[in-house]
């Protein structure tokens, strides 16, 4: 046993966990934070997104010890109140989920994507970007319009503030 | 995943000193290979110790022609990297097709070639490039290191600390992804050194592992151009074939890896 120290969702945690739980076993046994979710358990479906220190990595191919320390963002963390976060606005308005198993992973990947190319997105490199996320249900078609909406919407919330 | 002692040392040393008290223990670089293995309970250290918070494992130099990447720079960093890019742009292009944008976050050029998978990118790029494997005890060369599926020279307790690659006149690299694994079905690394020599080498070809291919290097060298391979053919045998290909179809693969990969060179 180990207690691994983190910040999730801006707050400071300290956890007891056996030194080969994941981080998210951490994050949904421990924190109860279920948003995350754990899909194929294989590190090709990226169900489980979730940004540590501002990267978007697969929290099962993580261990919890390895983010002590760490900040961790989950879904549970970027809306501000009631106010949805621009990625799951953008979700909501373009259908871009049916099932919605994968759309946690998908939206927290899609925060990166958007942080990582800014104004550049197009839907070519939204599709491509997108390959480490498996959806089942929509073909990705709204997904990816989402994705662009979003984009858009991010670059005028951020020149706002 | 079984049951594990987790560690973190902040130096190279500290790290060897924990291996040599430990009976089964791994080192984890970024442990998008040793992870999954361990969670399938087809690995069971007793101890793993994590590489990943020291600090003089971390980094990218460029000296002369010499390019060195410290050995746990993660393939995001190095695919940004702006030496990498100038010095060697083919390994920024082999390491933006390597997985996906997740796992490149966390995945590391040690950690690839410490695995030396027979399908993985880099051993192709260390072997074409003629680079040199740096470890806490010694420098390796790639053709020493690479020692067949899933084995390298690598000693117990041995860490890789840096890969110096010479910079290429000319190199490029070619894949047949996987689309599921992201993993090569085939790809190929060719590279003119700056002396003039040509190195070609092939991943997820042979069963014995990454391999140079001597008749295209041999074409290459008469005829630096896509098309000088027309005529080369690859023999079928000792390569890999399974659900995904057979050996005569990635035999072909080898040959027209190389053909794009030339194309891409310039």
Known sequence: MSTVKLTVNGKAVAVDVEDRTLLVQLLRDHLNLTGTHVGCDTSQCGACVVHVDGRAVKSCTMLAGQADGASVTTIEGIAKGDELHPMQAAFRDNHGLQCGYCTPGMIMSAIDIVHRHGGELDEPTVRHELEGNICRCTGYHNIVKAVLDAAGRMKVSQAAE | ?266
């Open chain 2, 1 to 266: 995943m079984y049951q594990t002692t987790y560690h973190r040392p902040s130096s190279v040393d500290e790290a060897v000193a924990l291996f040599g008290k430990s009976s089964e223990a791994k080192f984890l670089a970024g442990g998008q290979t040793l992870l999954p293995v361990m969670k399938q309970r087809l690995a069971a250290p007793s101890d793993v110790i994590d590489l990943g918070k020291i600090k003089e494992l971390q980094g990218v130099e460029l000296s002369g022609d010499v390019l060195t990447i410290k050995a746990g720079t993660t393939y995001f960093d190095i695919m940004q990297n702006a030496d990498v890019k100038k010095a060697i742009p083919a390994i920024a292009y082999l390491t933006s097709v390597l997985g996906d944008p997740a796992v490149r976050y966390r995945g590391t050029i040690g950690g690839s070639i410490a695995n030396n998978d027979p399908a993985a990118d880099y051993p192709a790029a260390l072997l074409a490039l003629g680079a040199t494997v740096k470890t806490n005890k010694r420098s390796i060369s790639a053709e020493d290191f690479f020692q067949g599926l899933f084995t390298t020279a690598l000693e117990d307790g041995e860490i890789i600390t840096a890969v110096s690659f010479p910079v290429p006149a000319k190199a490029g690299y070619e894949k047949m992804r996987h689309p599921a694994s992201r993993f090569a079905l085939t790809a190929v690394f060719v590279a003119q050194t700056k002396s003039g020599e040509i190195r070609v080498a092939a991943t997820g070809a042979s069963q014995s592992g990454v391999m140079r291919v001597g008749a295209i290097e041999a074409a290459l060298k008469a005829n630096w151009s896509p098309s000088a391979l027309d005529n080369v053919s690859i023999p079928a045998s000792g390569l890999l074939a399974d659900i995904h290909g057979t050996a005569e179809y990635r035999a072909n693969l080898v040959k027209v890896m190389a053909q794009r990969a030339v194309a891409a060179a310039g």
